[in-house]
């Protein structure tokens, strides 16, 4: 499976819809995931992945992971696991 | 002076799942002690304990509860659903922010812990699910009770080791009774039948290694039960204006503290606290028909605790029924009181009083009617729940039949 079916699947996990209703420009906003559920969804990511996502939860927009869209989760993600390589 | 009555009682244990089969387990004399199933227990030297056996936590929550509900808040969960059925309690508009909860845990999330430490210590993990520390918090019990039923008032968790409960069902009747508040959700909740929860208690040397016999001459320790007891507590005017059924009334709470050591129990510190409920409910000793001991079945606290009683009610403590309980559903340490409150009931109710099972040889120290193994059909008027913790912390809760 390639990182962007998993950080989908993670990500209709925590919407509790099915990952074929996910579409790229979703916000986790548009999907129905709040503060707790972007932690959870953190969490699961950086389990599947074995990568560590910069993330504060007093400073959301200031790390460097871009979490505005599915799109740009998975691209970060891609990111973070390049680098580990 | 306002009057305070229960109007919702649930439960689950090892005995059983709900109120109705706990009270034909305590009938019955059942004992819900038998072999722990937990993990790495053959590291364990104390291998029993009282279960909840047959319980699937996907049957009670979603995902997202089970994800933030350790297993001494999903007990309370549990019990407190069933206490509110019974009840038929709305809770909406003023009466809202005039009720509340004050729950009773002495571990809270120790499996949590437990799980938790195992994954970062043993298995050398980095990285734990970010709600561990919701999930582990010894008031998230009392805080996901308030969420689901809107108890907008005075909320909040005791820890007063084996006296939690009785601590935390005492404030509640108080709180109402003074007029702070109409309502209460009230009890205690325990989960401490994990690896590391046990291997604690183990230090102690307080643990018997084959059963709990309270006031035995052969006892040789408490064991360990888990579970939770949870009550709506109402103002009674107001209770019989909704047409609620009572099952009992609250008359007298009293609280005490040794003041002399962490483990040891003191005769004149327990004595003072059943004298003290006796007075606050306001009525005579010999109304006093049956005590819910304390009775963990050590060797000390059962000594100590016939003494107090001996002390405090003289002539009379021969007359009074007296038994232990954790005999048969164990000691739930900071949820016991809420189980032994509806050995109360029971008596009160249904005038059938609940035995002190695996009871085996007499003892001088403990010359009471214990009322071994059988369980007794008698009248009872005034029923009072004992609860003597480790810190030397004692609550004594008095209730009376109520016959409208």
Known sequence: MDAGAKVIEIIAEQAVIDPSDINLDHSLEDLGIDSLGLVESIFAIEEAFDIAVPFNANEPSAGEFDFSSVAAIIAAVEGLVRDKA | ?404
């Open chain 2, 1 to 404: 002076m306002r009057r305070v009555v229960i109007t919702g009682a649930g439960t689950i244990n090892a005995l059983a799942h709900d109120v109705d089969g706990t009270y034909k387990a305590l009938r019955e004399g059942r004992c819900g002690i038998g072999p722990l199933e937990i993990r790495d227990v053959d590291r364990l030297s104390v291998k029993i304990g009282a279960q909840v056996r047959g319980f699937d936590e996907a049957a009670h929550f979603n995902r997202q509860q089970i994800t933030l509900y350790d297993r001494f808040t999903q007990f309370a969960m549990i019990a407190a659903r069933q206490a509110m059925h019974q009840s038929g309690l709305e809770i909406s508009g003023e009466l809202a922010d005039r009720a509340g909860v004050v729950f009773g845990t002495s571990g809270g999330g120790l499996t949590t812990q437990d799980e938790n430490y195992r994954a970062v210590y043993e298995e050398g993990k980095n990285r734990v699910h970010p709600f561990i520390v919701p999930k582990l918090m010894s008031n998230a019990a009392a805080s996901h009770i308030s969420m689901e039923w809107n108890l907008r008032g005075p909320s909040f968790t005791v820890s007063t080791a084996c006296a939690s409960s009785n601590h935390a069902m005492g404030l509640a009747f108080q709180m109402i009774r003074s007029g702070i508040c109409d309502a209460m959700l009230t009890g205690g909740s325990e989960s401490m039948l994990c690896f590391g929860g046990i291997k604690a208690w183990e230090g102690l040397r307080v643990m018997s290694h084959d059963a709990c016999r309270p006031f035995s001459a052969n006892r040789n320790g408490m064991v360990q039960g888990e579970g939770a007891g949870v009550f709506v507590f109402e103002e009674l005017e107001a209770a019989k204006a909704r047409g609620a059924e009572i099952l009992a009334e609250i008359i007298g709470f009293a609280m005490t503290s040794d003041a002399s050591d962490i483990v040891l129990p003191s005769r004149e510190g327990a004595a003072r606290a059943m004298a003290g409920a006796v007075r606050d409910a306001g009525i005579a000793l010999a109304e006093v028909g049956y005590i819910n001991a304390h009775g963990t079945g050590t060797a000390a606290n059962d000594r100590t605790e016939c003494a107090a009683v001996a002390e405090v009610f003289g002539s009379h403590a021969k007359n009074l029924m007296i038994s232990s309980t954790k005999s048969m559903h164990g000691h739930l340490i900071g949820g016991t009181g809420a189980v032994e409150l509806l050995a109360c009931l029971m008596a009160l109710r249904d005038g059938v009083i609940p035995p002190t099972v695996g009871y085996e040889a007499p003892d001088l120290e403990c010359a009471l009617d214990v009322v071994p193994n059988e369980a007794r059909e008698a009248r009872v008027e005034v029923a009072l729940s004992n609860a003597f913790a480790f810190g030397g912390l004692n609550a004594v809760i008095a209730l009376r039949r109520y016959s409208g």
